[in-house]
């Protein structure tokens, strides 16, 4: 599995589960593409999907609750306040 990611920023991702008002989201080093290619087998496979997140935890969803992957690029924390 190819755990580089381009650049080095690291992938957001975004679950639905199925009758669960609130998402799962974290943020992992795998690529978009490795994090796709598991979604896409545990939905063909009706298994359990499971990832990494970027602090070495491990999320575990059956296939058969998964409401929505949202797979996106994370963005960059801003800090300090908004003058407005």
């Known amino acids: 599995m190819n755990t580089h990611v381009l650049g080095g920023l690291p992938v957001e991702i975004r679950i639905g589960?199925?009758?669960?008002?609130?998402?799962?989201?974290?943020?992992?080093?795998?690529?978009k593409e490795d994090v796709t290619e598991k979604v896409r087998a545990a939905v063909n496979d009706n298994a359990n999907l499971e990832l990494t997140d970027n602090k070495g935890g491990t999320i575990i969803v059956p296939a058969g609750v998964l409401g929505y992957v949202e797979i996106g690029d994370a963005t960059a924390r801003r800090v300090g306040f908004i003058a407005g």
């Open 17 to 31: 589960i199925q009758n669960v008002a609130r998402e799962i989201a974290f943020e992992t080093e795998m690529s």
